[in-house]
């Protein structure tokens, strides 16, 4: 059980957290094919909250590795930029649009993808294993998935039009490489 506590390990107790976040982004997304939205978000909050977790481990136990950031920002890529986006457009596009507005809401969609992607690759870019500054610059992708949540849950209890999720979903997306300073936690 030594591995668990080497940094040098791709299965320390930090990238082990980090799995988890992986198993529960790869299961919200069958999820989302068999429309079941409820247990989609569940699973989504546990890879949040794992997501968490790993970090402050990798911190605490001094477990930072290159590896580990790497694997860390695929778990982001999958659990906060494209299970959210899945989500939004099989809950809300498939069934609200066609036609033209289908066609705009992929292409905001695929620029939502895009833009979390250049965001977690600029991140590692820049980022030291075991580094955190004060301050992101941009949205992280973790508060952009919960911010389109919030869209989400706005647009299925008919607070807001599916059009206007359209909108929110491209500012999130632009946002997330903007040059905002957001605190982080």
């Not at 997501?51 to 477990?63: E, Q, W």
């Not at 508060?143 to 999720?165: D, H, R």
Request: aromatic share 18%; net charge neutral; hydrophobic share 55%.
């Amino acid at each position: 059980m030594k591995f668990l506590w080497s940094p040098s390990s791709h299965f320390n107790l930090a990238n082990l957290f980090t799995f988890v976040n992986i198993t529960a982004g790869l299961m919200a997304t069958y999820f989302i094919t068999q429309n079941n939205f409820f247990l989609t978000i569940i699973l989504a909050w546990i890879g949040g909250a794992f997501d968490i977790f790993d970090g402050k481990i990798a911190r605490k136990y001094n477990l930072s590795n290159e590896f580990g950031v790497q694997l860390d920002s695929f778990a982001d890529f999958l659990s906060f930029v494209l299970v959210p986006v899945f989500l939004i457009f099989q809950a809300i596009y498939a069934s609200s649009f066609s036609g033209m507005w289908l066609i705009i809401a992929a292409i905001v969609s695929i620029y939502y993808v895009i833009s979390g992607l250049r965001r977690l690759i600029h991140f590692n870019l820049h980022a030291d294993a075991g580094e955190v500054d004060k301050y992101f610059t941009g949205v992280p992708t973790p508060l952009g998935a919960i911010l389109l949540w919030l869209v989400y849950l706005a647009a299925t209890y008919s607070l807001i039009p599916a059009f206007s999720v359209v909108i929110l979903m491209a500012i999130i997306g632009w946002s997330l490489n903007s040059t905002l300073k957001v605190r982080h936690p």
